[in-house]
């Protein structure tokens, strides 16, 4: 009995202490949080990684390229002079590396560059946005979308943006900002078009927009034929159905959009 009593107790401890190195080991640390002066910028923007937690260790990329434990450590404030998809996860000894999270920013300059936007069909009456003029006024719209009147929200098989530019400019893209919130039944386009003078100068496919992702506030750049030009029109195709591993399968999709920028 006294023998069967201690191998009992032994047994416990040895659970309690696997019970113990067990929590540590499966916890998952939360991401850091990515702090920008500016999305869009014309010189320079200052980026800031910050994670409060004893010993805990951020890595990052400033081009895109997935965080692993080869990534750079964060010591002290970025300044980027060019566009950057940032990039961060966190890490400790003993827990879990955290998920990866990221932003864009982008070097656009400050002289507007577009005169005017007509779209067709409107935005829907339920996420009007700025109407067209908000959709060239530099001013990004936030990740969590109610209640910021940046969004403009539309439920369609195609839009269509006229623009008109302020001037005789070179262009070689144009980058759309797009937001992406599966659970909302919020999808990145599957394909855009740009046109001038009825003829194609550029497309961007993207078949990556029916497969699940994390929400986030995307840039997409459709590069163009570069050349001098006043006038573009743009076709924007959203994903025709919500794909067949979501809930809301074989329905439409919005598509969330708040800035077109000339490069």
């Known amino acids: 009995m006294y023998s069967l009593f201690a191998l009992a107790i032994l047994c416990q401890a040895c659970i309690s202490q696997n019970s113990i190195n067990a929590s540590t ?15 869009f910028f014309d010189s320079i923007t200052i980026v800031q990684l910050s994670f409060d937690f004893p010993n805990a260790v951020i890595k990052y990329s400033l081009k ?6 080869n990534s750079k450590v964060y010591s002290a404030p970025i300044e980027l002079t060019e566009g950057a998809v940032i990039k961060a996860r966190v890490y400790h000894p003993d827990y879990l590396e955290s998920e990866e999270v990221q932003v864009e920013v982008i070097k656009t300059s400050t002289k507007k560059k577009i005169q ?26 936030a990740e969590q979308f109610g209640g910021d009147k940046q969004w403009m929200g539309f439920q369609t098989d195609t839009i269509s943006a006229a623009i008109k530019l302020n001037s005789n ?12 919130n599966q659970s909302s039944w919020i999808f990145a386009p599957a394909k855009i078009e740009v046109f001038n003078e009825g003829v194609k100068v550029g497309v961007l496919s993207n078949p990556n927009s029916a ?3 994390s929400s986030r506030a995307t840039f997409l750049s459709v590069p163009i034929t ?10 924007i195709y959203p994903l025709s159905e919500i ?13 969330f959009i708040d800035e077109i920028i000339i490069q």
Do not use: R
Not at 64 to 69: E, I, S, T
Not at 226 to 235: E, H, L, N
Not at 243 to 255: N, S, V
């Open 243 to 255: 794909p067949e591993w979501h809930q809301g399968k074989g329905t439409t999709p919005w598509f």
């Open 226 to 235: 570069k050349g001098i030009y006043s006038k573009f029109t743009v076709v």
């Open 211 to 213: 497969i699940e992702t």
């Open 116 to 141: 005017k936007i007509t779209l067709t069909p409107s935005a829907s009456e339920n996420y009007p946005g700025l109407g067209a003029t908000g959709l060239g006024d530099l001013i990004k719209g």
């Open 169 to 180: 400019i070179e262009v070689s893209t144009l980058v759309f900002s797009v937001l992406t």
């Open 25 to 39: 080991e499966i916890f998952k640390l939360s991401p850091p949080q990515i702090n920008t002066t500016s999305i």
């Open 64 to 69: 895109g390229d997935p965080v692993n434990h």
